[in-house]
Each structure stands twice: as C-alpha cells, then as structure tokens.
C-alpha cells in the first residue's frame, strides 16, 4: 500500500485530494494517509478558488491525519511520498525537505522560482535516490497529449507554426500571487504551462524573444508574449493575460498548423482540419489531465518505474526558457539565447 501525504489545501490540494479518494475507490493500492496546511481553515474544509473547474465536491477531512506543519508530518507519518501544492516560493525548501526525509514527492508546478532551486532539487533527490516530478499538467491534458501524437507521428507532415494562449482574470484567492518575489507573476505561475508545451512539443528553442508589462502594482510580468525561435524556421508564439477582468472568465486554446492540415482547440474542443478532407473532432476521454497526472505518478511508484513523462530536468528547461523569456522582456524584447 502507497502511503501518501498531502501537503497545502488551496483549490489545487483539494483537486488533488478528490483524485487520490477516486484511484483508491477504483483499487489502486494507495492510501491518501495526512494532509497539512498551515492554515486550520484550510484543514476544516474552507478552500479557494481556481481557474478550472475540476469538480470539486464535498470530503470529509477529518478521516484524515491534519497537521499545520509539515515537520510534525513527517516526524510523525510512515509515509512513501509526499504530493506538494503549496504557493511556488516554498516549493524548493519543502521538497528538499521531503527528498531528504527519504519520501518521494510530486510538486506542483512551476517547479520553483529559478533555475538554481531547481537544480537544488534535483540535486536533493539523486541524493536520496528518489523519485521527483513536476505537476506540469498540461502533459496529461488530452487536449495537448492528442497534438504531442500528432506532432510526433507527422500525420499531416511538420509542425510549420503554432499560437498557444492562457488567460483569465487577476487570481484573487491568494495575495501570494501578485507578488513578484513570491509568484514571479503570470510569466512564471501561468504562461509557464505554454512555455513547457512548447518545450515539450518541439524541444528547446535557440532564443525567445517577449514583450510584456507589469500592470498590477508589486506583480512581476502580468500580460506577456513569447516568440520562439527554431533552427528550422518554424514560427512559434504563445501568450498569456490574467489582467482579463469582467465576465470573461478563464480560457486557454492553441492553433498549430502543419504541412498538411491544422489543429485547433478552443473552448474545450479539440478541431482537426486536413487541408484536403473534411474536418473533424477526434475522440478524447472526458477526464481532466490533474487525474492522469496523478494516476501516472502512483502508478510509477507502485510498479517501481521511473518516472519519464516529466522529468525534474525537463522542468528545470522549461524554466530555463521562462528565465530567458524575463530577460529579453527586460530588455523590450531583445532576442535572448536559451541555456541548452
């Protein structure tokens, strides 16, 4: 039985939560053991909001061990692995904390605020020799894990160029957001997940170009676009906005076109357009990519499988492109060259 702790009750730990209760009720042999949160609230079931509906329903808590500390947890718990959702400036200092302690650990993303924390994960779990991944979800998706076959497979030729965007109104459940030391604002807590799509979809690009702007007063970047340069010419862009207020609420959809046809998803659908035969919408499992995610990382620890689908390295890239993207964007746009 895979004993699990979880570690931060907002909307993303709760989401979690409700998804280890359905793989335990469809017979995976895991047990979600302890939950922890600094915030009692939080511990009695008083949650916040997010960005995606992702059925939240109704869980009584108290089945659970509680802790406010994540110390106490682990000093008291038997645990295997540990699943963090905490705001992003506290992801390096308790996963570390928790590869140390001999647990394995999937932390939420963005990986962590920088590259030199990353690689202090990373350094923390080849020392404990334990498994580390990244929630970047968005490779569980079955929006984007249909577009990763058909980019693959080359079932209507190269990719030539792509668009991807992601963007809704200014997240008002935690203060933590909108604060650049904390958060790294929308750059890194939302348009990372386009970033690592892209990185994901056609590798690194040599250099990225952005253009973006501060709008909530002590933000980091809130509205930002991205062009990624490829050897091969491809012309590839991605954008994200969380200043859209008003009713407009959250979307997030991507056009890739290829030599032979085009892909689109947008408002949940996904569109495959042959140039020279009738388009059509392929048949995609209804199920959110938080539960596929999850269900990858249990079934990797269960069946003793190295963890592939996101490695902490590929993580640590896709932050190493964010990093780029700051960069140029604080020089108004300047090409800016990607660590390999």
């Given at each position: 039985m895979l004993k699990i702790g979880l570690i931060g009750l907002g909307f993303m730990g709760r989401t979690?939560?409700?998804?280890?209760e359905r793989l335990q009720k469809e017979g995976l042999p895991i047990q979600l053991v302890a939950i922890c949160d600094s915030n009692e609230e939080s511990l009695n079931g008083i949650s916040s909001g997010g960005n995606i509906e992702a059925g939240i329903s109704e869980i009584n808590l108290d089945r659970y061990h509680k802790y406010t500390s994540v110390e106490h947890m682990l000093a008291q718990e038997n645990l295997d692995a540990v699943d963090i959702t905490l705001p992003t400036f506290l992801h390096k200092d308790i996963t570390v904390s928790c590869l140390n302690h001999g647990l394995h650990v999937l932390c939420e993303k963005p990986m962590a605020l920088n590259e030199m924390e990353c690689k202090e994960m990373i350094s923390a779990a080849e020392a404990a020799q334990k498994q580390l991944m990244i929630g970047q979800c968005l490779r569980f998706w079955p929006a984007y894990v249909y577009l990763k076959e058909m980019v693959e497979s080359k079932t209507y030729?190269?990719?030539?160029?792509?668009?991807?965007?992601?963007?809704?109104?200014?997240?008002?459940?935690?203060?933590?957001?909108?604060?650049?030391?904390?958060?790294r604002g929308a750059m890194v807590d939302m348009h990372v997940h386009d970033t690592d799509m892209i990185h994901w979809l056609f590798g690194k690009p040599e250099q990225v170009s952005s253009q973006a702007r501060h709008v909530?007063?002590?933000?980091?970047?809130?509205?930002?676009?991205?062009?990624?340069?490829?050897?091969?010419?491809?012309?590839?862009?991605?954008?994200?906005?969380?200043?859209?207020?008003?009713?407009?609420g959250f979307d997030m959809n991507y056009r890739v076109n290829?030599?032979?046809?085009?892909?689109?998803?947008?408002?949940?659908?996904?569109?495959?357009?042959?140039?020279?035969?009738?388009?059509?919408?392929?048949?995609?499992?209804?199920?959110?990519?938080?539960?596929?995610?999850?269900?990858?990382?249990?079934?990797?620890l269960i069946d003793n499988k190295q963890i592939a689908q996101v490695t902490p390295e590929s993580a640590m890239g896709s932050m190493q492109i964010i990093e780029a993207e700051i960069q140029s964007a604080n020089q108004q746009g300047k090409w800016v060259e990607v660590k390999d």
């Open positions: 979690h939560l409700e998804i280890y030729g190269e990719a030539i160029s792509a668009y991807f965007f992601r963007g809704g109104g200014t997240p008002n459940w935690s203060a933590w957001l909108t604060q650049n030391e904390k958060s909530i007063a002590g933000s980091g970047y809130d509205v930002v676009s991205t062009h990624y340069q490829y050897t091969d010419g491809k012309v590839i862009n991605a954008q994200a906005d969380w200043t859209l207020q008003g009713d407009y290829f030599e032979r046809g085009n892909i689109i998803f947008q408002n949940g659908i996904v569109k495959v357009n042959p140039n020279e035969e009738k388009g059509f919408v392929p048949e995609l499992s209804e199920k959110i990519g938080y539960y596929f995610q999850l269900k990858y990382f249990v079934d990797a």
